[in-house]
C-alpha cells in the first residue's frame, strides 16, 4: 500500500555501543540519524587499557561509511559525567588533534560540576585526567581558530554552554536532524560529592 511505502523508504535511525574493552566500566554511544549525521555520548575507556591505541576515530569513520582518513562531522558531543571511562578516549582525541586530522566536532554538550569551588566544594577524584580534557579542548580550538572568552579556557566556555539557549538545564531539548535530546538532570551540589550522581541525564526521542 502506499503508506507501507512511505514506511519502507523512511531513513532509520541507528544506535552503536562500542565496546572494545570488556575488562572495565566504560561507555561509548554513536547515533547516526537518518540523514547521517552522527551524535555521541560520551567516549571514554577504563582503567583495564587506559594507554591503549585510540579506537573511536576508525569507529566513527566505519559508522560515517566513510574511508580511513577521510573527513567527516560529528554534530554533537555530549559528555555525561567526570569519569575518565566516559571521556577519555575523546581527550586524547582532541590532545592529538592537528589540521590534518580531517574531521569536525560541531558542537560539544556537558555540564560538569566546578570542582573546589563554593558552588560545589568537592575534589575531583580523577582530576588529573579530565586536566587532559581541558588541555585537549584547547589544542582543538587553537588548531581550529576558536575564539575563547579573556581570561578563560574553551573548556570553561564549553560547560554548560549551548547554543541558542541560556545553558543546559533541565527540560531543554536539543534536537539534531530527526533525534531529540531532552535533558533530565544537570549538576546539583545537594546530591554530593560523587560524579556519578552528577551526572548529565538525557532522553532520545526518533
Same mark, same amino acid.
Given at each position: 500500500?502506499?503508506?507501507?511505502? %512511505?514506511?519502507?523508504?523512511?531513513?532509520?535511525?541507528? &544506535?552503536?555501543?562500542?565496546?572494545?574493552?570488556?575488562?572495565?566500566?566504560?561507555?561509548?554511544?554513536?547515533?547516526?540519524?537518518?540523514?547521517?549525521? &552522527?551524535? =555521541?555520548?560520551?567516549?571514554?575507556?577504563?582503567?583495564?587499557?587506559?594507554?591503549?591505541?585510540?579506537?573511536?576515530?576508525?569507529?566513527?569513520?566505519?559508522?560515517?561509511?566513510? %574511508? $580511513?582518513?577521510?573527513?567527516?562531522? =560529528?554534530?554533537?558531543?555530549?559528555?555525561?559525567?567526570?569519569?575518565?571511562?566516559?571521556?577519555? %578516549? &575523546?581527550?586524547?582525541?582532541?590532545?592529538?588533534?592537528?589540521?590534518?586530522?580531517? +574531521?569536525?566536532?560541531?558542537?560539544?554538550?556537558?555540564?560538569?560540576?566546578?570542582? $573546589?569551588?563554593?558552588?560545589?566544594? +568537592?575534589?575531583?577524584?580523577?582530576? $588529573?585526567?579530565?586536566?587532559?580534557?581541558?588541555?585537549?579542548?584547547?589544542?582543538?580550538? /587553537? =588548531?581550529?581558530?576558536?575564539?575563547?572568552?579573556?581570561?578563560?579556557?574553551? +573548556?570553561?566556555? &564549553? /560547560?554548560?554552554?549551548?547554543?541558542?539557549?541560556?545553558? =543546559?538545564?533541565?527540560?531543554?531539548?536539543?534536537?539534531?536532524?530527526?533525534?531529540?535530546?531532552?535533558?533530565?538532570?544537570?549538576?546539583?551540589? /545537594?546530591?554530593?560529592?560523587?560524579?556519578?550522581?552528577?551526572?548529565?541525564?538525557?532522553?532520545?526521542?526518533?
Amino acid at each position: 500500500t502506499e503508506k507501507e511505502g %512511505e514506511i519502507a523508504e523512511m531513513k532509520q535511525v541507528e &544506535l552503536y555501543q562500542l565496546a572494545p574493552d570488556t575488562e572495565a566500566l566504560m561507555q561509548s554511544y554513536v547515533i547516526k540519524t537518518g540523514n547521517g549525521k &552522527l551524535v =555521541v555520548i560520551d567516549g571514554g575507556i577504563g582503567d583495564a587499557n587506559p594507554n591503549r591505541a585510540p579506537y573511536l576515530l576508525a569507529a566513527l569513520r566505519a559508522i560515517a561509511g566513510v %574511508e $580511513e582518513n577521510a573527513y567527516f562531522e =560529528v554534530e554533537a558531543w555530549f559528555i555525561s559525567h567526570a569519569h575518565k571511562d566516559h571521556y577519555y %578516549e &575523546l581527550a586524547k582525541m582532541l590532545n592529538a588533534y592537528t589540521a590534518a586530522s580531517n +574531521y569536525k566536532i560541531n558542537q560539544f554538550y556537558f555540564d560538569i560540576p566546578p570542582f $573546589e569551588t563554593p558552588a560545589f566544594p +568537592y575534589t575531583d577524584p580523577e582530576g $588529573e585526567t579530565l586536566s587532559q580534557l581541558k588541555m585537549g579542548l584547547t589544542n582543538y580550538a /587553537n =588548531v581550529n581558530g576558536i575564539a575563547v572568552s579573556a581570561g578563560s579556557t574553551y +573548556y570553561d566556555d &564549553l /560547560n554548560s554552554a549551548v547554543i541558542n539557549a541560556t545553558s =543546559v538545564s533541565q527540560g531543554l531539548t536539543i534536537n539534531v536532524d530527526d533525534v531529540a535530546f531532552e535533558v533530565l538532570q544537570t549538576w546539583d551540589v /545537594n546530591r554530593g560529592s560523587d560524579a556519578n550522581n552528577q551526572s548529565l541525564v538525557i532522553k532520545m526521542y526518533a
